[in-house]
Nanobody
C-alpha cells in the first residue's frame, strides 16, 4: 500500500491550497481517508476524515476553512485549505484506514504560511 501526498508549499496568509493524496495497492473506495498535521514538538493532530461514501468530520479548530473530499475513480483524497493562517504551518500527512490510528500513512507534505 502506498500513499503519495503532494501539494504543499509556501503560501501567503489568506490564500488557499489543495493537498492531494493518491493511494495505490488497496481498494480505495472503501477506505476511510484522513488528514493529520504535525508541528515540531507536538503530536500529530487529526484535522479531517472522510468515509468511502463521503461522510466527513473535522476538528473543531479547522471547521469552516478545511474541506476534505475524494475521487474514488482517481484513488485520490484531497484537503482544501482556505484562508490559510500562519498557525496552519505544519507537515500534513494523509492516512488510510479506520482511525485511530490509521494503518497506512503517506510521507507528509510541508505547508508553510507566511504572514
Amino acid at each position: 500500500v502506498q500513499l503519495q501526498a503532494s501539494g504543499g508549499g509556501l503560501v501567503q496568509a489568506g490564500e488557499s491550497l489543495t493537498l492531494s493524496c493518491e493511494v495505490s495497492g488497496i481498494i480505495f473506495s472503501v477506505l476511510v481517508m484522513s488528514w493529520y498535521r504535525q508541528t515540531p514538538g507536538n503530536q500529530r493532530e487529526l484535522v479531517a476524515k472522510i468515509t468511502g461514501i463521503g461522510t466527513t468530520d473535522y476538528a473543531e479548530s479547522v471547521k469552516g476553512r478545511f474541506t476534505i473530499s475524494r475521487d474514488n475513480a482517481k484513488n485520490t483524497a484531497y484537503l482544501q485549505i482556505d484562508n490559510l493562517k500562519p498557525e496552519d504551518t505544519a507537515v500534513y500527512y494523509c492516512a488510510a484506514g479506520r482511525p485511530p490510528p490509521p494503518p497506512y500513512w503517506g510521507q507528509g507534505t510541508q505547508v508553510t504560511v507566511s504572514s
